[in-house]
T-cell receptor, first 115, second 118 residues
Framework: NAGVMQNPRHLVRRRGQEARLRCSPM?????VYWYRQLPEEGLKFMVY????????ESGMPKERFSAEFPKEGPSILRIQQVVRGDSAAYFC?????????????FGPGTRLTVL | AQTVTQSQPEMSVQEAETVTLSCTYD???????LFWYKQPPSRQMILVIR??????QNATENRFSVNFQKAAKSFSLKISDSQLGDTAMYFC???????????????FGKGTKLSVIP
């Protein structure tokens, strides 16, 4: 049973380019969460999605960042016109959202470096 | 808003010894969950142990146990018989109980870097 998959593992972009990060949740999980980890910091919540719905994007920067979780395919976190401050590790987690189990299972992360 | 504080940026322990990592949190919620996650050099986040606030009994998973003091809002992690593979960053995390806005958001501390010395 494959865990949460994220790709690419490492992504290098120049300032002004677009970054697309992909996340495939665990089988049977329909809830996806994105977190960002800046250097020397803990993870910070960005967005929570279900299939075709954004449930909570309160942690997302208002500009340049967007996320989707289509009916088919992986969840995508998109960063337009990247800046150096976007350099971070981006983690995706998924859950079955069972009431009795709040656990979120994390992927290996994508390390974004903006030159 | 909830906050999680880990006051020990770095710790070290001799192999086979016991170490305790500290975590305090601030919340007005009565129903919540607490977690310890491990992040080894591979950067994968791995759940170590979890505690439901309504349970008085401290959670235990093999060599890992917690000391949950709800009134003091303290949630420390004890690692017994430390092994070289325990070397990692350890993050304490909080999640509101299953109701209301934000009940799915994990709030993390800044982490404690643990080194196990042979």
């Amino acid at each position: 049973n494959a865990g949460v998959m994220q790709n690419p593992r490492h992504l290098v972009r120049r300032r002004g380019q677009e970054a697309r990060l992909r996340c495939s949740p665990m089988k049977g999980h329909s809830h996806v969460y994105w977190y960002r980890q800046l250097p020397e910091e803990g993870l910070k919540f960005m967005v929570y999605l279900q299939k075709e719905n954004i449930i909570d994007e309160s942690g997302m920067p208002k500009e340049r960042f967007s996320a989707e979780f289509p009916k088919e395919g992986p969840s995508i976190l998109r960063i337009q016109q990247v800046v150096r401050g976007d350099s971070a590790a981006y983690f995706c987690a998924s859950s079955p959202r069972a009431v009795s189990n709040p656990e979120q299972f994390f992927g290996p992360g994508t390390r974004l470096t903006v030159l | 808003a909830q906050t999680v504080t880990q006051s020990q940026p770095e710790m070290s322990v001799q192999e086979a010894e016991t170490v305790t990592l500290s975590c305090t949190y601030d919340t007005s919620e009565n129903n919540y969950y607490l977690f310890w996650y491990k992040q080894p050099p591979s950067r994968q986040m791995i759940l170590v142990i979890r505690q439901e606030a309504y349970k008085q009994q401290n959670a235990t998973e093999n060599r890992f146990s917690v000391n949950f003091q709800k009134a003091a809002k303290s949630f420390s992690l004890k690692i017994s018989d430390s092994q070289l593979g325990d070397t990692a960053m350890y993050f304490c995390a909080f999640m509101k109980g299953y109701s209301g806005a934000g009940s799915y958001q994990l709030t993390f501390g800044k982490g404690t870097k643990l080194s196990v010395i042979p």
